[in-house]
T-cell receptor, first 118, second 112 residues
């Protein structure tokens, strides 16, 4: 079974600095997607960034970028120029490509709580 | 924008009560999901549905049931609420074949 591990329950960063959140996953499949979701105190889960496993190029969305290492099964999120609004829970998630039913469902890590200090 | 609406933001119920958590989405999504979120445990899938009147068990279905009589509405039912069901409940929806899920804002349920 696929699993997603976030080894950092909590992280802290100074405003304007850069922080990296770690995520590793376990799968024997080759075609899948990886995601980072943000859950601010408002509780609304928001998609931050996603990465297709077949793409070697790391995904980037403004201040958010990923370091995708397929062989190492690692998918870290880098937040540059951290802002107070980045404070949230961050969840890494995995989804198998090309399957329906339960095999195609999102699998989440346990989350990392990010605090941003002014 | 797709909207997923959960009927209650906070709910307090007594042990043994039958509890209904409602979720409605407004963009004709086929797939709907109920998750439970607990500190240190992340999001755990309770039930999901890929079509009207269709339901499948997730990872932790015990103590829960669901109903999907209409495409836009997916209800989570706690037949007899217990204190260990105190949690945050998140509903999500997605289009068939689409990668992203859209989440509701969650219902924080307290069972006393």
């Amino acid at each position: 079974a696929q699993t997603v591990t976030q080894s950092q329950p909590e992280m802290s960063v100074q405003e304007a600095e850069t922080v990296t959140l770690s995520c590793t996953y376990d799968t024997s499949e080759s075609d899948y997607y990886l995601f980072w979701y943000k859950q601010p105190p408002s509780r609304q889960m928001i998609l931050v960034i996603r990465q297709e496993a077949y793409k070697q190029q790391n995904a980037t969305e403004n201040r958010f970028s990923v370091n995708f290492q397929k062989a190492a099964k690692s998918f870290s999120l880098k937040i540059s120029d951290s802002q107070l609004g980045d404070a949230a829970m961050y969840f890494c998630a995995y989804r198998l490509l090309g399957y329906g039913g339960s095999q195609g469902n999102l699998i989440f890590g346990k989350g990392t709580k990010l605090s941003v200090k002014p | 924008d797709v909207k997923v609406t959960q009927s209650s933001r906070y709910l307090v119920k007594r042990t043994g009560e039958k509890v209904f958590l409602e979720c409605v989405q407004d963009m004709d999504h086929e797939n709907m999901f109920w998750y439970r979120q607990d500190p240190g445990l992340g999001l755990r899938l309770i039930y999901f549905s890929y079509d009207v009147k269709m339901k499948e068990k997730g990872d932790i279905p015990e103590g829960y049931s669901v109903s999907r009589e209409k495409k836009e509405r997916f209800s989570l039912i706690l037949e007899s609420a217990s204190t260990n069901q105190t949690s945050m409940y998140l509903c999500a929806s997605s289009l068939m074949g689409d990668l992203g899920y859209t989440f509701g804002s969650g219902t924080r349920l307290t069972v006393v």
